[in-house]
């Protein structure tokens, strides 16, 4: 081996190395730190926090006082099924002592506060916060005065005439007609400024987390006036986020010309505001899972921002947009419609809501990343299989085998290489005890050697690069899909997108002691590490001592890098390794190389059997 070679596979060790350091020593315990503090700031201060965010606009959107009611006036609402959290009942105590409007459908529940009309109560029915039967539903909206408030608000702005009565945070809303948003059953709120100005405000709702809100304003008065439609998103205090690179998590929006904009919470505190004046697009605050998106006319032009402000130690995120002035003569009308999607980022339905509303590429509210190409075709594919066989870890196998089959002749061409090699262990020896003192000499009459049987000593390498790019989309896809989140497999393996929680450390559960990450070795990791081993036993013998300690190692290495992975990937990798060595095996015996798989392990009283027509084992 070449120096070149072997500083290239050293320069790989020792980058493991240093990645293992990293884990183990620096980003575990810094990521410990950030959960705790985030705890910590959760848990603190959970009074009313003070004034939030201006919108574009120039009203304000003060959080409200919760109101005194009469017993009369107060709705009741169950508490969450299962709620045993400090914090969600903080939360419930806001709801139910507050004026609303229920919404009730087969994917959501909350309400709509009447006093200044903000949808601001939304908890997603078919989500719950971890796999525990008993387990409360996910709560994406709370009310200003919770723990952590979380809202849409829309509303008009004044022109050039600042003493007009507007409805804002303040305003006391009522009820036209039906008191329950239900799917076919739109709700509708009205207030009478007194000054000859009616606003009415209709709200409907589909099966799933799409709401469309039609606002109105009636001019009753003598003179004509100039409004402005406005839309908003708050966010008090930031959020717990996964804190990794290749999702995020934050302010977001796809603006137009302007393209995809994707603006971290520390990224918006330290910009404070970014302005824009785009045409048609979408912006929001997205989660991992969940989002909260501002949808305006594709057709009209708007001036947006994304905003973040600290203050008094606590902080405050805003999205929101401002459409161009609508005049409206005496004694007509005049609509604003817009869209508010706050759910699930399910692809299917963020794809079909994209088509069907004609919104410009909603479908990157989901993070495909840069690989998008990879990524998302790989998701159709898991879906499609899933929608068949009814479960993702089935779904996961299967299209393992049809990438194999796709990427059968790279890995053929691969295999049939690495037996030609191994065939010619022999004459690599006997040129290494031909030359055993001159390096130089040595490593010349090897290449020439492989040069004459055309074989590519690095050959084995290529099956493990081949795999990269889909170990990588698939990583993705475990890890930004929701369709992901909580999916079983067999056995001890309740959510494909969660590591595997059993570990070798406290005997998978027999020693009641819980390791740190870096030791959660479970069992399908092991699996893993055990099929490449076995792989790579059965490839031949590397000409430099050094090359072939890494590639003794290698199993190991991976096995600890590996383990705090989503279980769905690495039953992916220990599946394709199974694959990888029938497919090698067969290959092998067909070129006539003996396949000495246990001898190569040093079970020597182990034979494989007979590959049928080839004579050889």
């Given amino acids: 081996m070449d120096e070149n070679s072997k500083n290239l596979f050293l320069a790989i060790a020792l980058s493991i190395s240093v990645l293992i350091f990293w884990q183990v020593f620096y980003a575990g315990p810094k990521l410990i730190e950030e959960q705790q503090r985030a705890e910590k700031k959760e848990t603190s201060g959970q009074v009313e926090p ?22 009369d006036q107060k709705i009741s609402r169950p ?171 934050g302010l977001i929006g796809f603006l137009g010309d302007s393209g995809l904009q994707e603006i971290d919470y520390s990224d918006a505190l330290e910009d404070k505001t970014i302005k824009f004046k785009e045409k048609g697009g979408w912006l929001g605050i997205t989660d991992k899972y969940w989002a909260a998106v501002l949808i305006p006319d594709q057709n009209a032009t708007y001036e947006g921002s994304f905003s973040g402000i600290s203050q008094e130690s606590k902080e405050f995120f805003q999205t929101d947009y401002l459409l161009a002035g609508i005049t409206i003569p005496p004694g007509q009308s005049k609509q604003a419609t817009s869209h508010l999607f706050a759910g699930a980022k399910q692809v299917h339905l963020i794809d079909s809501y994209g088509e069907k509303l004609k919104i410009e590429r909603f479908d990157l509210l989901i993070d495909w990343g840069w690989f998008y190409f990879l990524t998302k075709p790989l998701f159709v594919a898991l879906d499609y299989v899933y929608r068949h066989v009814g479960n993702f870890g089935l779904s996961i196998l299967i299209v393992t085998v049809l990438i194999k089959i796709a990427l059968f002749w790279f890995a053929n061409k691969s295999y049939v290489s690495m037996s030609k090699m191994k065939k010619l262990q022999p004459e690599m020896q006997k040129l290494r005890e031909r030359y055993p003192d001159d390096k130089m000499k040595q490593q010349q009459a090897l290449m020439e050697l492989y040069k004459k049987e055309k074989v590519n000593p690095m050959s084995g390498c290529l099956p493990i690069l081949i795999q990269i790019p889909v170990f990588f989309a698939l990583y993705k896809v475990l890890f930004v899909t929701i369709e992901m989140r909580h999916a079983p497999f067999y056995g001890w393996i309740k959510d494909l997108s969660a590591p595997d929680p059993t570990t070798i450390f406290n005997m998978f559960g027999l020693i009641p002691w819980t390791p740190p990450s870096f030791l959660q070795i479970g069992v ?68 006539g190389v003996k396949v000495d798989l246990f001898g190569n392990m040093g079970i020597n009283k182990f034979k494989l059997p007979k590959l049928p027509g080839s004579g050889k084992t």
């Avoid at 890098?561 to 599946?575: D, E, Q, S």
């Fill in 50 to 71: 003070g004034k939030a965010p201006l919108p574009r606009s120039g009203t304000a959107s003060k959080p409200d006082e919760v109101p005194s009611l009469s017993d």
């Fill in 79 to 249: 508490p969450i099924p299962g709620n045993i959290d400090e914090l969600r009942d903080s939360r419930d105590r806001i709801v139910n002592s507050t004026k609303r409007i229920d919404i009730e459908t087969s994917s959501l529940r909350g309400s709509i506060a009447l006093k200044g009309g903000r949808i601001d109560d939304i908890i997603l029915r078919k989500y719950k916060e971890t796999v525990a039967p008993d387990s409360p539903e996910v709560v994406l909206f709370s009310p200003s005065g919770s723990p952590k408030p979380y809202y849409a608000e829309h509303g008009w702005a004044a022109g050039s005439d600042k003493k007009l009565n507007l409805p804002n945070s303040e305003t006391i809303w009522q009820v036209e007609g039906s008191n329950r948003l239900t799917v076919g059953s739109p709700v509708t709120l009205a207030y009478d400024g007194g000054q000859g100005l009616v606003f009415r405000k209709k709200i409907s709702v589909d099966a799933d987390y799409m709401l469309q809100i039609t606002q109105e304003v009636q001019n009753n008065s003598p003179e004509p006036v100039t409004l402005y439609p406005y839309a908003l998103i708050s966010r008090h205090g930031q959020p717990k986020t996964t804190n990794f690179y290749i999702l995020h998590e």
């Fill in 524 to 591: 399908w990791p092991i699996l893993m590490g055990i099929t490449m081993w076995v792989q790579m036993k059965l490839n031949p013998q590397q000409p430099d001592p050094i090359q072939q300690k890494i590639f003794t190692w290698m199993p190991v290495v991976f096995t600890f890098i590996l383990a705090p992975f989503p279980a769905g990937l690495v039953i992916y990798w220990a599946w394709n390794n199974l694959l990888s060595i029938i497919q090698q095996w067969i290959i092998m015996a067909r070129q």
